[in-house]
């Protein structure tokens, strides 16, 4: 039985990356690790997970888990919140973001999410990323964070109105993972 740990304090995120896990890898144990993410402050989503993912390496003494740092990216906010997007959630959140957007024309937008798997010394990076548009108004239960205002393209329905199942088929944590597990398929076959 191979185990690895996902280094999060987010509920949201670790159900959706569990789903993912048990349908491709049934044979791996995914813990949660809720450890300290020291962040740095940076433009790039890499900068800051390669950060997090060698300060909690050296702090924690384990080398078998992945962090995931992801951002919502508003074209006509010029990519504001960004890397700041936890940041920006728990201050302004969803309402403040709808009042940025209000009377804005161009509300396209994106999730991008970067994975850092450190393994056995080395750590590597995966990448997703899903296209989309801000909603003119919350809807929807389920799902965390910005996801009751966010449409990804081909869809009329917010993250927040779609099952786990369906939002990790669309999302840019769901294509990082994905990337991530096909990896582990490579390295442990
Ligand atoms: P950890 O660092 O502990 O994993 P976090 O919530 O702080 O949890 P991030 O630093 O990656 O995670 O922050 C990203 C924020 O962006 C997150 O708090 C949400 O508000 C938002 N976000 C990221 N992915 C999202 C998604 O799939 N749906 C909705 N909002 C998302």
């Given at each position: 039985m191979k185990r690895i740990f996902f280094i999060t304090s987010n509920v949201g995120k670790f159900k959706e990356v569990v789903d993912i896990f048990k349908k491709n890898l049934p044979d791996v144990i995914l813990e949660m690790y809720p450890a300290e993410k020291l962040e740095i402050q940076s433009s790039e989503l890499e900068k800051i997970a390669l950060f997090s993912a060698r300060y909690i390496r050296e702090k924690e003494?384990?080398?078998n888990f992945f962090i995931e740092d992801a951002g919502l990216f508003i074209n006509a906010l010029k990519g504001?919140?960004?890397?700041y997007s936890s940041y920006v959630y728990k201050t302004i959140g969803v309402d403040g973001i709808l009042r940025l957007m209000?009377?804005?024309?161009?509300r396209r937008a994106f999730f991008r999410a970067v994975i850092a798997f450190c393994w056995k010394g080395d750590i590597y990076l995966f990448t997703g990323v899903v296209h989309g548009r801000i909603a003119e108004e919350a809807r929807g239960t389920?799902?965390?964070?910005f996801d009751p205002i966010f449409i990804p393209n081909g869809?009329?329905?917010?993250?927040?109105?779609?099952?786990i199942e369906e939002k990790n088929k669309l999302s840019h944590r769901g294509k990082a993972i994905r990337k991530l597990i096909n990896f582990l398929k490579l390295i442990w076959a």
């Open positions: 003494k384990i080398d504001f919140p960004g890397p209000k009377n804005v024309k161009d389920q799902g965390f964070g869809d009329n329905r917010t993250f927040a109105e779609m099952t």
